[in-house]
């Protein structure tokens, strides 16, 4: 690797910045951590920040701010372009789809356009989704090639921005790759999405601080794995002398019940007790079943992830039990 590689890197406030701002500060890149003011206080943020000392560059900026992403290209002239900035809940995108279109699909243009004006040997990723495919029959495995028809405003921003990645890969010789990335949790997940709101409301069962957890569609089926795997699939793309879009996952499935059930038989708790459903956690439109295949990644990159949704539930509820077991009893 040249010296001092550079790399920008947006979204550093979520789970899978903080992951991969870890990896490229490790391999001895400068990192440029762009985040929004209001999001500088995020936990998964001043964590990498602290570890990372001087190789670590926070940079206060809104993606959706065309002149802002300009300017950091212009200046930083970045090695490396990674885009996972978004607003990322997919419920939450029914209820504000322009301002998700702006974050999730515009910032990705004004992205491609600041590189193709001024750093165009810079190698773009993009964060695209399993969103994409929308509602797929069960049972199928979903590549590269498989159709896209998004069903959420966010499904759909993703779809503009993954489009927009390949005209100007085809227009303007961007070397722009994007991960279809299917579910990816840790114990950095944030507490609104299902994995970790089913082991952190599980150990808080157990630890005697709330009575159940409360979920919303618990028949969805979802493929997921480890966030620290995905990330280091997302470098491995751009070590790539041709940009490529790859499907991450792990090919294995559970339903969210599956998953509730085995977090609460490792709490020795009766799931029937434990969960209660509220309607208000039901999405307008549900995409019901996900499954990656990631052959490609695995014959191209040489990926391979090393945990299965049991491994990586038993490594987050772990870490939430041992949170809530450190926590005032407050109920029993
Ligand atoms: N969040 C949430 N909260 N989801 C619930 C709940 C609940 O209380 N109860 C059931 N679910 C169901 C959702 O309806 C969905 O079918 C499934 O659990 C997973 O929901 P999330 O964990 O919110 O993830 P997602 O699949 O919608 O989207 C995530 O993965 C995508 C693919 O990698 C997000 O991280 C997206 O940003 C990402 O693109």
Not at 119 to 145: H, I, M, R, W
Request: glycine fraction near 6%; proline fraction near 4%.
């Amino acid at each position: 690797m040249k010296d001092n590689k550079k790399a920008i890197v947006t979204g550093c406030p979520g789970q899978d910045a903080s992951y991969l701002c870890e990896l490229l500060v490790e391999k001895g890149y400068s990192v440029y951590g762009v985040s929004r003011r209001s999001t500088r206080e995020n936990s998964n943020m001043l964590f990498v920040e602290n570890l990372t000392n001087n190789r670590y560059n926070a940079v206060t900026m809104d993606v959706t701010d065309p002149s802002g992403v300009s300017d950091l290209v212009k200046n930083v002239q970045p090695d490396e372009y990674y885009n996972l900035a978004a607003m990322s809940h997919v419920g939450q995108s029914f209820k504000e789809p322009a301002s998700t279109l702006m974050a999730d699909g515009m910032a990705v243009t004004y992205a491609l356009e600041a590189i193709k004006n001024y750093a165009p040997n810079c190698k773009f990723y993009q964060a695209s989704t399993s969103e994409l495919y929308g509602k797929v029959e069960e049972g199928l495995k979903l590549d590269e090639n498989s159709e896209f028809k998004p069903r959420s405003p966010y499904g759909a921003a993703k779809m503009y921005a993954h489009n927009m990645v390949s005209i100007y890969r085809d227009s303007y010789g961007i070397h722009g790759s994007c991960g279809i990335l299917f579910n990816h949790e840790s114990e950095r997940r944030g507490l609104n999405f299902v994995t970790r709101k089913i082991t952190t409301g599980v150990a808080r069962v157990k630890c005697g601080h709330e009575r159940h957890v409360v979920l919303g569609n618990i028949d969805a089926i979802r493929d997921w794995g480890h966030a620290r795997d995905y990330v280091y699939g997302m470098w491995l793309m751009l070590q790539q002398e041709n940009p490529d879009d790859y499907v991450l996952a792990t090919g294995e499935t559970a339903s969210v019940r599956e998953a509730l059930n085995y977090v609460c038989d490792l709490a020795e708790l009766n799931m029937d007790e434990v969960y209660k459903i509220n309607p208000k956690f039901m999405r307008p439109a549900e995409v019901p079943y996900l499954c990656g295949d990631p052959s490609k990644a695995k014959k191209v990159l040489g990926w391979r992830p090393q945990h299965n949704w049991k491994s990586l539930l038993e490594l987050m509820y772990k870490s939430d039990y041992r949170t809530a077991a450190r926590e005032v009893y407050t109920y029993r």
